[in-house]
């Protein structure tokens, strides 16, 4: 194959895939620089590519993607904060399995906090846009930004307050379940673990484990402090719950209200000595399709609607539907409980 057929592929295959939704197309210096070519290799490419449709010259000279040639893939944004967690890999898997059906493509936008230039950018260049929140408290003026795109879709949260279409799998109201199960397995206390920075969600779960506190008079303490937002919620859990360990507090029973929080207070539990499931029961909000593989399993809650959920809305962005007309939060009515070795004994 020719050298210039070899790099239009490069290009094809980078605009079927959405890479250029948010930069532009090289210049032919700078993609001869990039692939090691000469420019006149590079400008046949790109004049291929021309030819076919797939870009085009504008006055400015400036090369561009024509608007739907070829490009029917680049669709549907995953808007995603910049560090990896479960939740993001079980959301992405969801959305490409669908995505596959339709022939189309989900295109990952990283984004480091609510004010990163990229969110309004991405809003701009995708018609449809599934948004995973970051920490903290959404912006008014971001807020603002995200309802005035005709196709969002908030994952895994309720931002309904802000009048956003949400996919929310743990109501806070079922946290009740959990504490629940967690004094009829024996807990005199129960403590609230959050190890990392509060959000809504967060800070939802744990305003529910007060007002069940005052509801049956169940003694119990917060361990929580300010941590970074890219900081590990494992170590911060680890590192709360070691400590007061240290201090001779006793631990009956605690509620994680994340995964990583959960696992990490197992690790600072076992270091002292403490039967997990015996000793000390621990149970969190989502186990994030982990908590059947680790070692306690963790009691947590399941959701059984999430492809269900997802399948509506997905139908709803990709068929140029009109504006949603549904409830803003799709929530399931009662999440299944999964009991494990956490809370049951080893």
């Known amino acids: 194959m020719e050298k210039y057929l070899e790099i239009a592929d490069i290009l094809r295959n980078r605009i079927l895939h959405g890479d250029y939704m948010l930069k532009e197309i090289p ?16 400008r046949k490419a790109i004049m291929l590519l021309i030819s076919q449709g797939v870009l085009e010259r504008k006055e400015n000279r400036r090369v561009v993607c024509v608007a739907g040639a070829g490009r029917k893939n680049e669709k549907i944004a995953l808007l995603v904060p910049t560090w990896s967690s479960t939740e993001y890999q079980t959301w992405r898997h969801l959305l490409e399995r669908m995505a596959l059906e339709h022939n189309l493509n989900v295109h990952p936008v990283d984004y480091v906090h609510w004010e990163d230039p990229v969110v309004p950018h991405t ?36 931002l309904s307050s802000h009048g956003l279409l949400s996919i929310n799998l743990f109501p806070a109201i079922h946290v009740n379940r959990l504490l629940d199960l967690l004094v009829d397995a024996g807990c005199h206390r129960v403590d609230c673990l959050c190890a990392q920075p509060r959000d809504e969600t967060t800070e939802a779960r744990v305003m529910q484990w007060r007002l069940w506190q005052r509801l049956t008079g169940i003694p119990g303490d917060l361990l929580t402090r300010n941590v970074r937002p890219f900081s590990l919620s494992i170590r911060n859990a680890f590192e709360m719950v070691d400590e007061a360990l240290r201090q001779g507090r006793r631990m009956d029973g605690i509620l994680s209200v994340t995964m990583n929080g959960a696992l990490g207070a197992c690790r600072a539990c076992r270091e002292h000595g403490l ?35 997802l399948k509506v809305v997905f139908s709803w962005m990709t068929q140029e539907q009109g504006a949603w007309d549904g409830p803003l939060v799709l929530q ?3 999440p299944k409980l999964f009991t494990g070795e956490s809370t049951s004994g080893m």
């Open 123 to 158: 809003l701009d260049s995708f018609p449809a846009v599934f948004l995973l929140p970051s920490v903290g408290a959404l912006p008014p003026r971001v807020a603002e930004l995200l309802r005035s795109h005709p196709r969002l879709a908030v994952l895994g949260n309720d």
């Open 332 to 334: 399931p009515e009662l």
């Open 27 to 42: 210049t032919e210096n700078k993609l001869a620089a990039e692939v090691g070519v000469s420019r006149m290799t590079a």
């Open 275 to 309: 039967r997990i499931g015996r000793d000390v029961r621990i149970c969190t909000v989502n186990g994030q399709g982990t908590n059947r593989y680790t070692i306690p399993t963790i009691t947590c809650l399941e959701p059984e609607e999430q492809s269900a959920y």
